[in-house]
C-alpha cells in the first residue's frame, strides 16, 4: 500500500495529518467508520480509548513494555524470517523431509512455527515469556505454532518436563495445547534426527 497527500501552506503555517487504517467486511461498513472518525477530536477520542485497552490488556497479561517489545519483534520474524534467527545453512540443506513429517505431531505446518529448545530448569523463565507473548498473539486472532522441545532425556528426569506443564497451567494455556495455533510440547528423545532436522527447518525463528 502506497499513500500520497498533497498538502500547500502558507508561509509559517502548520498542518496536522492523520493516516488511519481501517478494516470493515464491506466498503459500505469502511466508508461508515472512516466518517465517524472525519475529525480530529474523533481521532483523539479514538486514539485515547485504544490506549485504554490496550494498558488494560498489558495489566491482565502481565506485560512490561520490554515483554510488548519482544512480541512485535518476534512476530516480525514469524512473518518475515530473518537467517538470524533460523537454522543453520547447514541444516536446511540436510533436510529431506516435507510438510507431511510434522502431521504425526499433530502440527499442520499451515502457519508460522516459533521452535525453542529447553533442557533445564532455570530456562522455564524464557518459556514463561514465550507464552505470555503467545496468549497475546491469540487474542488478536493471529495463529501461530509455538513448538517447545524438551532435550532432557526422559530416562534421566521428569522434572523439566513437570515444570514445563505447571508453567503452562499458571498462565492458563492448557486450551491451546494441540490446537492449531496452539502450542505443542515435544520430546527430544522421541524424535529421529530427520524429525529434528525437518522441525529446524521449518521454523520460522528458533531460539535456544
Wanted: charge should be positive.
Amino acid at each position: 500500500m502506497a499513500l500520497g497527500q498533497e498538502i500547500q501552506l502558507d508561509g509559517h503555517a502548520s498542518a496536522q495529518l492523520a493516516y488511519v487504517t481501517i478494516r470493515g467486511s464491506s466498503r459500505a461498513e469502511v466508508m461508515s467508520i472512516a466518517n465517524s472518525h472525519s475529525s480530529w477530536n474523533a481521532l483523539q477520542r479514538a486514539r485515547s480509548r485504544a490506549q485504554s485497552q490496550m494498558r488494560r490488556e498489558m495489566h491482565q497479561l502481565g506485560f512490561t513494555s520490554a515483554l510488548f517489545r519482544h512480541a512485535l519483534e518476534l512476530l516480525s520474524l514469524a512473518l518475515y524470517p530473518h537467517h538470524a534467527c533460523r537454522a543453520s545453512a547447514a541444516t536446511l540443506a540436510a533436510n529431506s523431509r516435507g510438510q507431511s513429517g510434522l502431521w504425526p505431531f499433530g502440527i499442520s505446518g499451515d502457519y508460522p512455527i516459533l521452535l525453542v529448545h529447553l533442557s533445564e530448569e532455570s530456562q522455564t523463565e524464557l518459556l514463561q515469556d514465550l507464552l505470555q507473548i503467545h496468549a497475546y498473539w491469540r487474542r488478536r486472532g493471529l495463529k501461530i505454532d509455538l513448538v517447545i522441545v524438551n532435550d532432557r532425556d526422559s530416562s534421566y528426569d521428569q522434572g523439566l518436563h513437570n515444570q514445563i506443564f505447571r508453567v503452562i497451567r499458571r498462565l492458563s494455556s492448557e486450551n491451546a495445547l494441540n490446537q492449531r495455533g496452539g502450542i505443542f510440547l515435544l520430546r527430544r528423545d522421541q524424535l529421529s534426527s530427520a524429525e529434528c532436522t525437518l522441525l529446524e527447518t521449518v521454523a520460522r525463528v528458533m531460539l535456544d
